[in-house]
């Protein structure tokens, strides 16, 4: 079985401060890794991903993410954050357990960024 | 391609009345998840399925929920009786296998609202 677990449910930030979201899993075969991110009132966007090569990912926005293998873990962090990016922010996981690829996300962190 | 197409955004309906949400995934993709998304229990895989069949369904919490997908373009979520538990953001996401051999990410849609009152 596969599980993801964002340690901190909201995340407080001055605009232009650097910010580092968590994000762990838990899985027993090679893992995919995702980050997405959800504005107000509307579904989710694909920030990111990881599915081998470079463990430094880097995305849309100014985002980037590093792929841990060791410590099971896959943060993101931008170093410098706008209002704009004030949103809630979901890791998620994928692997091979069953064959299908099936995506399992975390609880979300809240980001909110203070002018 | 417009996107994964939900409809509609906003649906509050009585306790016991039927429901109906529905979804149109992005042409060519062959995976079609739905999901539920609480303030409780966050983001949860209700059922998937995989050219046109459902392949998983343990995450449907009762026999009041059903969902179908009768072709490539169009799939829905029913919940007969609705209760006010009920109430939740439900979101329809699709995927392609393709050339990623699936590990690629899902699309999602705009979600449906709903408030069971």
């Known amino acids: 079985a596969q599980s993801v677990t964002q340690l901190d449910s909201q995340v407080p930030v001055f605009e232009e401060a650097p910010v580092e979201l968590r994000c762990n899993y838990s899985?027993?075969?090679?893992?995919?890794l995702f980050w997405y991110v959800q504005y107000p009132n509307q579904g989710l966007q694909l920030l990111l991903k990881?599915?081998?090569?470079?463990?430094l990912v880097k995305g849309i926005n100014g985002f980037e993410a590093e792929f841990n293998k060791s410590q099971t873990s896959f943060h993101l962090r931008k170093p410098s954050v706008h209002i704009s990016d004030t949103a809630e922010y979901f890791c998620?996981?994928?692997?091979?357990?069953?064959?299908?690829?099936?995506?399992?996300f975390g609880r979300g962190t809240s980001l909110i960024v203070h002018p | 391609d417009a996107g994964v197409i939900q409809s509609p955004r906003h649906e509050v309906t009585e306790m016991g009345q039927e429901v109906t949400l529905r979804c149109k995934p992005i042409?060519?993709?062959?995976?079609l998840f739905w999901y539920r998304q609480t303030m409780m229990r966050g983001l949860e895989l209700l059922i998937y399925?995989?050219?046109?069949?459902?392949?998983?369904d343990s995450g449907m919490p009762e026999d009041r929920f059903s969902a179908k997908m009768p072709n490539a373009s169009f799939s829905t979520l029913k919940i007969q009786p609705s209760e006010p538990r009920d109430s939740a953001v439900y979101f329809c996401?699709?995927?392609?296998?393709?050339?990623?051999?699936?590990?690629?990410?899902?699309?999602f849609g705009q979600g449906t609202r709903l408030t069971v009152v």
């Open positions: 399925f995989n050219n046109n069949v459902p392949i998983d």
């Open positions: 899985s027993s075969v090679s893992v995919y």
């Open positions: 996401a699709s995927r392609e296998t393709g050339g990623a051999g699936g590990r690629g990410e899902a699309f």
């Open positions: 998620a996981v994928s692997s091979a357990s069953g064959g299908s690829y099936i995506p399992t």
């Open positions: 990881y599915l081998s090569g470079s463990t």
């Open positions: 042409s060519g993709h062959d995976y």
